[in-house]
């Protein structure tokens, strides 16, 4: 099969192409050069927003999997318009070109930053969608305009919502990084854990590598076609916990500091998993104790 990964540079992107390029043929889109390139890859250096390019490489595709965006929730804080830009309009070029050039599959990479707040824990896909953060606003946004291509234009759409992924390459050194490359970061560097609130929110953090398991499992199944799928080990840890395991890990004396919650922060989120389990047959395969261990 031949296939469009936006954002092959970001931390899922470079894992997915590196493992799709085993049996097909594989193109990657993104602004920055890959920094781990995989073999046999072909990358192409450019927006999302870019029409032209964008029709370009979709001519060319059978499916095309979107994970290209602006990440952080804090970023989208303090500057939605750029989020919107990337998260929303992004999307809905890439949508437009994979319409036009009646590509087989739109996979969208969503978040469970959609859900907001949970109603009830576990939350299934089902669950109300409520976002806190412009950047789960833009992000629910492109998910919407993906079904509505479905349903408008026969486009075949299958949305994954991942909860919080990690891995070691993410950039430790990023202010929009996650928890996880934060914490190592500053833990290796024997400086002070960044607490935000009081570190008892809790989040499902799942390695990319499972993401990418997922989305190996929708390509080309039929049964994925216009449906929505969790993507988290079904699992809740608190940041505190996670503060102790890093700490644990380093070997240092380390401590923390505590600075005011994040605005648009979700308290408590976990997932349920059982529809990937059942339609997909997911099974996350590293725990957060493993997934830790590679990083030291
Ligand atoms: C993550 C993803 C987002 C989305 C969402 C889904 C990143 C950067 N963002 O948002 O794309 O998929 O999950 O649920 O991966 N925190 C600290 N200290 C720090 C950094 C963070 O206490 O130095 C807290 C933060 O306030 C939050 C939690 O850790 O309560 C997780 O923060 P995050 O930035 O890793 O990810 P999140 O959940 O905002």
Sequence with gaps: MKILVTGDAGQLGSYLVGELSKGHEVTGLDLRKPEHPAKGVRHVCGDIGDYRLAMDLCRHADAVIHTAAQVSVDRSVS?????????????????????????????????????????????????????????????????????????????????????????????????????????????????PLTVHGDGTQTRDFVHAGDVVAMIGLCLGNPKAHGQAFNCGTGKAVSVNQLADMVIKLSGKKIGRENYESRIGDIMHIIPDISKAKKVLGYRPATDLKKGLAEFF
């Design 79 to 191: 500057d939605p318009v750029l989020d919107a830009r990337e998260n929303i309009l992004g999307t809905l070029n890439m949508l437009e070109a994979a319409t036009k050039s009646m590509v087989s599959q739109f996979i969208y990479i969503s978040s469970a930053a959609t859900y907001g707040n949970p109603q009830k824990i576990p939350l299934d896909e089902g669950h109300p969608r409520e976002p806190l953060s412009p950047y789960g606003v833009s992000k629910l946004a492109g998910e919407n305009y993906a079904f509505a291509f479905g349903a408008t234009y026969g486009l075949k759409v299958t949305a994954i919502r991942p909860f919080n992924i990690y891995s070691v390459r993410q950039d430790p050194d990023s202010p929009y990084s996650g928890v996880i490359s934060r914490f190592v970061g500053r833990a290796k560097a024997a400086e």
